[in-house]
């Protein structure tokens, strides 16, 4: 692969990963802190007040440094791909306009009321406006996932070609909107961040348990995310089925190597481990489960036929013309596999703590457990999006109907800015330096006011 395309794909995987390291916290804090700001006023008790203004705080640190990564994020657009952005520019419009109009403001705008407007606001006021950060916040999820789940399945499009080259061109905005594909990711995303959210409640709250700082207040915050958690965490098993079933549909390749599906088969299993010789075109080993598995959970029908990679790449050279439209393979397999195991893992750590909870506080083996798990659902969320973006190579636009060939489609190797490999290289390692810097700034800061224990007179300042 050329080389400036490869640099050009390190770089952009590179900021969004650092990206999501912000993003899914911002999406599942914001509501916690809502519920917890309406069970201040609801009761009037202190003690929800002090819970409130602590993860309040922690929010609003992760909520700053996820907005300059955003920024940095959107300008890679234009830098690195500007084909690919002259391509969709027709179509982005729309939904990255309505997510800075509807969202972004909304969001930023009651920020302010939400962190200065303790005792300053009416109750109501103050509630609403805790509620409209946490639904700007979601709201902007929706948007730019409306626009990634475009570059998944392009509905609602036509393809056009013009003195710039060949572009898509908006047809019917609502059915991009209602892009089943998109909607599925949407709602599988903002539940990964509720769960990521509510194990950063609970293994923060598990730290101060163990010290046996502010034990009431602590033990509450676990409680309200051991019930967020396990709800979002059981919702995200039916979830990630619902749109794994919709991928399936239109990434047939996707699907095929998150399997290391080769041959064709009639009723195939869903492997536990595979790893494939991608040369060869074969795995090494593969340890199976139930003969049909696949194709039930697929098509509801445990014989249905599964398409293999090597038929999937016959057709699409065939229709495509010659090229390699086998996405890497244990990449794509191994990220699927890992985010599956840590999301069921999840919802077994928050049914343990709500059997745990009557006695949390002295239960140590669990809240040491609660603390060594917090990275865990960002890995989980780092190898969703690898599974998402990597799994649908060599496509930047997968095919709107892949066995159509003047469907709506883009190319990666396509999609790159005229650029030479020195200067890629150059933006991507001061990126890579800045971006580091806000991860070490974050992890710092959240570590910092995170142990702290709040004060039943402490009067807080942003």
Not at 239 to 263: D, F, N, R, S, Y
Not at 369 to 382: D, G, Q
Request: glycine share 6%; proline share 4%.
């Amino acid at each position: 692969m050329d080389l400036v395309v490869t640099l050009s794909r390190l770089q952009f995987a590179m900021t969004a990963f650092f990206h999501f390291i912000f993003v899914p916290m911002t999406l599942g804090m914001s509501v916690l802190v809502a519920i917890m700001v309406t069970l201040y006023y609801k009761t009037g008790k202190e003690i929800y007040k002090r819970m409130a203004k602590f993860w309040t705080k922690l929010f609003a640190i992760n909520f700053a440094l996820g907005v300059a990564t955003g920024i940095v994020h959107e300008f890679e657009f234009g830098m690195n791909w500007s084909v690919y952005s002259r391509f969709v520019g027709d179509i982005f419009g729309a939904p990255l306009a309505f997510e800075g109009l509807m969202a972004f403001f909304l969001e930023s705008i009651f920020m302010g009321v939400l962190l200065f407007g303790w005792d300053r606001v009416p109750k109501k006021i103050h509630t609403l406006s805790a509620w409209l950060v946490a639904i700007g916040s979601n709201i902007s999820a929706f948007w730019i996932l409306v626009a990634n789940g475009w570059m998944q399945h392009p509905v609602g499009a036509k393809l056009a070609v013009g003195p710039a080259g060949k572009k898509a061109v908006l047809t019917n905005f609502f059915d991009i909107i209602l892009n089943p594909v998109a909607d599925t990711k949407f709602m599988h995303t903002i539940t990964a961040g509720f769960i990521l959210s509510a194990i950063f409640v609970l293994g923060v709250s598990a730290y101060h348990l163990l010290k046996k700082n502010a034990v009431e207040m602590f033990k509450k915050s676990a409680y309200i995310a051991i019930i967020f958690g396990l709800i979002s965490s059981l919702g995200e098993l039916i979830i990630g089925h619902m749109h794994t079933v919709e991928i399936a549909k239109v990434q047939p390749t996707k699907i095929a190597a998150a399997e290391a599906l080769w041959e064709t088969q009639k009723g195939p299993t869903i492997s536990l481990a595979a790893w494939a010789d991608e040369k060869a075109q074969k795995n090494v080993f593969e340890i199976p489960t139930i003969p049909g598995l696949l194709s039930l959970m697929l098509y509801t029908d445990p014989n249905a036929k599964v398409e293999g990679l090597k038929d999937l790449q016959k057709k699409f050279e065939k229709i495509w013309g010659p090229g390699n439209y086998i996405p890497p393979v244990n990449l794509t397999y191994w990220s699927f596999h890992i985010m599956v195991f840590l999301g069921s893992f999840f919802v077994l750590l928050f049914l343990l703590a709500l059997l745990k909870y009557k006695d949390l506080e002295n239960c140590h083996w669990f809240l040491k457990l609660a603390i060594i798990s917090i990275p865990l659902p960002y890995i989980a969320s780092w190898f969703g999006w690898a599974f998402a973006e990597v799994g649908r190579q060599p496509w930047i636009v997968y095919p709107a109907n892949w066995q159509d060939p003047n469907s709506v489609a883009l190319k990666t190797a396509e999609a790159v800015s005229k650029l030479t490999s020195v200067e890629v290289l150059i933006s991507y390692i001061v990126f890579l330096v800045i971006f580091t810097g806000l991860a070490i700034a974050d992890f710092y800061l959240l570590a910092k006011y995170a142990s702290k224990v709040p004060q039943a007179d402490e009067k807080e300042s942003y």
